[in-house]
């Protein structure tokens, strides 16, 4: 039976690996304020991978595996905060 949460992740981590290309080619165009949007979906698929590695029973920061998921989020908000105010 197929996990739909693990369906889920993968989807996420493939589009945001191609939004992170489409962004890198447009922050090499001199748009500067792209690099937060790279950014962010770096730290998405970065989660993504996490969750796909927990579901296939690989825990690289067990104890801290939530926390480091927290702290992704933090600094995801962050990021769109500051995109926000740079880009005025």
Known sequence: MINYLLVI???NAVI???LMIVSWK???RGISIVKYIFLYFALIMVSSLVISL???GIQI???YT???L?????????LV???IMRGK
Do not use: E, H
């Not at 927290?70 to 962050?78: C, E, K, S, Y």
């Open 16 to 18: 945001s690996a191609f």
């Open 61 to 63: 920061f067990a104890p």
């Open 66 to 68: 939530q926390a480091i």
């Open 70 to 78: 927290q702290v992704i989020d933090l600094i995801m908000l962050i």
């Open 9 to 11: 992740t993968g989807i």
């Open 26 to 28: 447009a922050l090499r």
């Open 81 to 83: 905060y500051a995109g």
């Open 54 to 56: 927990q579901y296939f």
